[in-house]
């Protein structure tokens, strides 16, 4: 069994594709699993077991001939038993149309007329639906078109990858107290938090707990 999920941006809605990352894993124990994300979102996903290959697309990849052929030579170097576009915009559709695979999935009312490049629409999506719901009701079809027609549990119920706990495990073994994380980052400023306000959040954490430990939390092109 092969898959592709394509998830390009932005890194809070590549986090919350992970949850449907998990159940398809959790029903195709055995299945290789591919991603395609925007080079800026890469690195949250590398190394993720679940993922047998990642595919990275950048911003300039659809006005760049060599580098469109070398995506688009990397992308049908596989054939997919199925692809799955979580994005739901035109460029995504794009790359789900370009796919070789049997099953091109995506909602009927994704944007920017992704949809025209399905072969497999669901139903509307109920736009108020938190976006991991949302996702999951996508990746529970791809289950039963693919054969698995076994109980899925609620949504609630789907655990985080195992391997989060391993990687805190792993590298921070030196930790013998309670800690917080702080991941200051995003991608538009006006997400961005003042200095002065993390300063001001750091000293409200120490009033009112005492001996634990922070942590911050980025990548590379955060420093």
Known sequence: MKLLIIKLSALGDVVQTLPSLTLL???????QIDWIVDEKNAEILKDHPYINKLIIFSNDTLFSFRKFFRFLKNLRSE????????????????????????????????????PLFYNFKLPPYDKNLHAVKRYLILTKKVIEILGKFEYLEPFEEIPDPIFSSDILNKNLEFIRKPYIVFTPSARWKTKWWLFSYWERLIELCKETAENFDIFITGSFSDL
């Open 25 to 31: 894993k959790r029903y195709f124990p055995s299945s």
């Open 79 to 114: 054939k997919y038993d199925a692809v799955i576009d979580y994005q739901g915009l035109l460029k995504s559709g794009i790359i789900t149309g370009l796919a070789k695979t049997k099953y091109k999935i995506g909602f009927s009312n994704h944007r920017e007329g992704s």
